[in-house]
Every structure is written in structure tokens, then in C-alpha cells.
């Protein structure tokens, strides 16, 4: 899913530059600082490489790189502008995770604040807690200090709303619901005395409906990015507006530590993308710095928490990376192409990795 913001031949030399077949991709630069991203939010990466080449410390640099992404839109999916939920409104989930103190900032369903990641530390630096969540985490996020309320809409996501009005709300995410009409209210169905007990037979039968209608390109997509900076220490960082059409209060995998990323100083890190609701039941990226302290290279501890999901959802569409502490990285993914983006001191500038399904 490359990001619709760039140009097709600026992602082509990249991409086909560092073109890697199979279902991981791979690096051994064996140095740092660097920093590693999911897609090609190229100036996303150079943000963040300018802020950690300068010293900023890892976790700074993250906030740098997923800044940029959120003021560029990048693919519509994270900042402001993008992904409507059924209400037509667009929220933000992020989360900042310090692998030296293993502290985590995160917020989720956040309204009328557009600076995320900002928020997420501004979590970590002035408070005990791990993750505030919806109007109270606007509110936090104001009272420290950040710009809103803001209406986060756009005209291109409420016409993207406006569209999906149209062909009857659909697809959406519901299940096991009669509408009232085609956009709901929903009520259950057992409730309406239709179809009772064929969830629960379903779900004993290890049935599992197919989610490919509900995500695809360009409506489930995350900045997930890794900075290890001149002193060795790792930070991680997510950015999102989740997914197009969710209902209202729905958080994903993006601000949940272990999922949408994972860091921890004396291993690596771990950065996710794809189909939260799925991917956040498994915490892959969790296993894959678990997997790396257990001594697995970088590539198969990546390959190991996607194979962990597809054997259940075969369908899901996903990918991580994984970074070791020493800078190996590598990729894997199932359902799609996926794509990350690298900056080391080995390269002039971002560098474009493949990894096909």
C-alpha cells in the first residue's frame, strides 16, 4: 500500500532499488544512529534521521518523524483529515513507548486534537498513567499545552463519508445485527428472535468471516517507526486515524504497547501495520522482541509473529518489522505487499525495502 501522496517514480527507484523476494526483507547495517518505518513516508523518516544525526535522543526523534507524518496526511490514514468513522468524524490513536525505561505515552479515539504523537509524550512526561482515551484526552492534551480543539475533519474524508452514505453504510464493521434501516440503529439479531445460537455455534466450529471487504489500501494504515540513536537507546513510535468507517469508540492496535510496536533497549524493536482489530489479539510486536531475546534472528522472529496470526486468520492483511539492537532489520507480511523505509549511516538517504507475501 504505498502512500498516495508520492509520486509513483520516486517510490519505484526506491523500491525496486532495494527490491527483496519471499516474505522477508532484510539489512545488516550494524550501526547507528538509525531509524526504521513502516511504508514509504520517506519524509517522515528524514525528519526523524535530521532530529537523531543532530543527538536528539531516540524518543525525540521519534516525535520528530511521526510529526511529520501527521502535518502530511501521510496516505490519508494518519493525522488529521482522513478515515471517518461512522459518524463522519476523525480521531486520533497514538503511542510512544521508551525502550530504555520501558515507559509508555499513548492515547486513543482522541477528538479535536490533531498532534498525536505529541500527545502520547506529553502522557509520559506529566503523568503516571500509560493511555488516556477520548474527549479526556483532548482535554489533557490541550491543557499541556497543544493546539484545539480542532475540528479534524477534512473535505476529502467527509466526502468519503458522504459516498459511503450513500451505498448504504457499507461495508462496515458490524456483525450479528439486524439495521432498522440500511445505515442502523443495529439491535441484535437474538434479540429480533432471528438466527439465535448460530454466533455462538459459529464461533465453537473455529468459523471466522472473512474481513478482506473491510480492509484493504488506503483505508487501514499506520506510521509505526523506530529510532535507536547515537547512544544505542530505542524508541518507538505509532500514529493513526484507525480504520475507515469504524464504529464510533473503536481503538486499535495503534496506541496498544506490544502491538502496533514493541522496544526494549538490552533487544530491539518491533514496528506493525495492517488490520489492528486482528493484529492487537496476538501482540506481535511483543513477540517479535521476545523472540529476538530468545536469540531469533531478526527476519524469522518477524516471519514467526506473522505465520502466529495467519494460521488463525488467513485471511488478515498485516505486516511488521523487526530491528535488532545492533541494527539487522527485516520484514514479513501476509495478505498484501508491504513496504519500510530505512535511514542509517550507510546510506545518502531513505532506502526502500519490499517484502512480498
Keep these: 500500500m504505498a502512500p498516495g501522496n508520492l509520486s509513483f517514480s520516486l517510490v519505484f527507484f526506491f523500491t525496486l532499488f532495494s527490491l527483496v523476494t519471499g516474505h522477508e526483507g532484510g539489512g545488516d547495517s550494524g550501526k547507528y544512529p538509525i531509524v526504521v518505518s513502516t511504508w514509504p513516508f520517506l519524509e517522515a523518516v528524514r525528519a526523524a534521521w535530521e532530529a537523531v544525526d543532530k543527538g536528539f535522543n531516540a524518543v525525540d526523534a521519534v516525535v520528530e518523524g511521526c510529526s511529520a507524518c501527521e502535518e502530511l496526511r501521510c496516505d490519508g490514514t494518519v493525522g488529521p483529515g482522513g478515515s471517518p468513522d461512522e459518524n463522519g468524524e476523525t480521531t486520533i490513536d497514538a503511542l510512544l513507548m521508551n ?7 499513548a492515547v486513543a479515539a482522541m ?3 490533531k498532534d498525536g504523537i505529541k500527545a502520547a509524550r506529553l502522557v509520559m512526561q506529566h503523568t503516571k498513567h500509560t493511555m488516556l482515551v477520548g474527549d479526556r484526552a483532548s482535554a489533557f492534551a490541550i491543557s499541556m499545552g497543544l493546539p484545539g480543539p480542532t475540528n479534524l475533519s477534512s473535505s ?3 466526502e468519503k463519508w458522504t459516498r459511503w452514505k450513500e451505498n448504504h453504510c457499507q461495508p462496515n464493521f458490524w456483525k450479528n445485527v439486524a439495521p432498522v434501516d440500511s445505515c442502523g440503529p443495529y439491535q441484535p439479531k437474538d434479540n429480533m428472535g432471528l438466527n439465535k445460537g448460530i454466533c455462538s455455534e459459529a464461533n465453537s466450529m473455529g468459523i471466522i468471516e472473512s474481513r478482506t471487504s473491510l480492509v484493504g489500501p488506503h483505508n487501514h494504515d499506520t506510521i509505526s517507526m523506530v529510532v535507536i540513536d547515537k547512544m544505542g537507546h530505542v524508541a518507538v513510535g505509532t500514529s493513526t486515524n484507525g480504520a475507515t468507517f469504524k464504529i ?4 486499535g492496535d495503534g496506541p496498544i504497547a506490544g502491538s502496533s510496536a514493541y522496544a526494549d533497549d538490552e533487544v530491539g524493536a518491533c514496528g506493525a501495520t495492517g488490520d489492528g482489530d486482528i493484529m492487537m489479539r496476538f501482540l506481535p510486536c511483543y513477540q517479535v522482541v521476545e523472540s529476538m531475546r530468545q536469540g531469533m534472528e531478526p527476519k524469522l522472529a518477524a516471519k514467526d509473529a506473522i505465520a502466529r496470526i495467519a494460521r488463525k486468520y488467513p485471511d488478515f492483511m498485516g505486516a511488521v518489522f523487526a530491528i535488532s539492537k545492533n541494527g539487522v532489520h527485516a520484514g514479513a507480511c501476509h495478505g498484501w505487499t508491504f513496504q519500510y523505509s530505512v535511514r542509517s549511516p550507510d546510506t545518502d538517504d531513505v532506502k526502500v ?3 512480498l507475501p
Excluded: H
Design 156 to 158: 476529502e474524508s467527509m
Design 248 to 251: 464510533p469508540g473503536r481503538v
Design 99 to 105: 525502550g530504555a525505561t520501558m515507559e509508555v505515552g
Design 111 to 113: 477528538r479535536y486534537v
Design 353 to 355: 525495502f519490499m517484502v
